[in-house]
């Protein structure tokens, strides 16, 4: 079978073929295919994802004033799709958290919360797998969660979507392993993007 990547606007089980990139200029090919009969890649390519820590208060504990959360990046080559393997390295055990990511649809930098709103093109799902460390040495960031394969996105980009009041919930073989809500977050969508 050829293998060639296309971007799709998905309509109950069908897939409808976009020419061009989402987020520039596309166009209908008119064609559509079952959701069945493609394989589902994350739904974007990134040059990286920008996360933070300790943006939830169930997490952080209920306080009168929070500090700022921690940033940190996973490489494009963390990205995977949503049933690609992640490849655990041997002898280290991992946890997993679910996320909700903002999607942004053109560059920008220094952007004003205000503004943030503009550069948003949507959202989607996303795991972030963590694996332990040596936590004296360098916390935890760069070793334990930039490994390739650590960061499962997708399938979909939905963008309308009022993300004030998500149920965010983590299962691993049906046991639930998180379970929280974005009404949780210390900042909001555009919050985040200002304090990146």
Same mark, same amino acid.
């Given at each position: 079978?050829?293998?060639?990547? %296309? ?9 409808? !073929? ?9 166009? $209908?090919?008119?064609? $559509? ?17 920008? +996360? ?9 504990? !209920? ?15 963390? &990205?995977?799709?949503?049933?690609? @393997?992640? #490849?655990?390295?041997?002898? %280290? ?9 903002? &999607?942004?649809?053109?560059? #920008? %930098?220094?952007?004003?919360?205000? @503004? +943030?709103?503009?550069?948003? /093109?949507? /959202? ?14 360098? =916390?935890?960031? +760069?070793?334990?969660? +930039?490994?390739?394969?650590? #960061?499962?996105?997708?399938? =979909?980009?939905?963008? !309308? ?27 909001? @969508? #555009?919050?985040?993007?200002? /304090?990146?």
């Amino acid at each position: 079978k050829n293998e060639i990547e %296309k971007y799709g606007i998905l309509k109950e089980n069908k897939i409808l !073929e976009l020419e061009g990139s989402i987020f520039e200029d596309y166009e $209908s090919t008119g064609i $559509s295919v079952n959701v069945v009969d493609v394989k589902i890649l994350s739904p974007t390519s990134p040059s990286k994802v920008i +996360a933070l820590g300790y943006n939830y208060k169930d997490l952080v504990g !209920e306080r009168i004033r929070y500090d700022e959360p921690v940033i940190f990046i996973k490489p494009g080559s963390s &990205v995977i799709g949503p049933n690609d @393997d992640i #490849c655990i390295p041997e002898n %280290k055990k991992i946890w997993t958290e679910v996320e909700l990511g903002i &999607v942004i649809g053109k560059k #920008c %930098k220094n952007v004003e919360i205000n @503004d +943030a709103k503009q550069y948003i /093109f949507g /959202f989607t799902i996303g795991n972030d797998v963590t694996m332990e460390n040596i936590l004296n040495r360098d =916390h935890h960031l +760069a070793r334990s969660k +930039a490994c390739d394969t650590f #960061c499962p996105l997708g399938p =979909h980009i939905e963008t !309308e979507l009022n993300t004030d009041n998500l149920n965010l919930i983590n299962k691993i073989n049906g046991t639930i392993y998180q379970n929280s809500n974005t009404n949780k977050r210390i900042l909001s @969508d #555009c919050e985040i993007i200002g /304090f990146i």
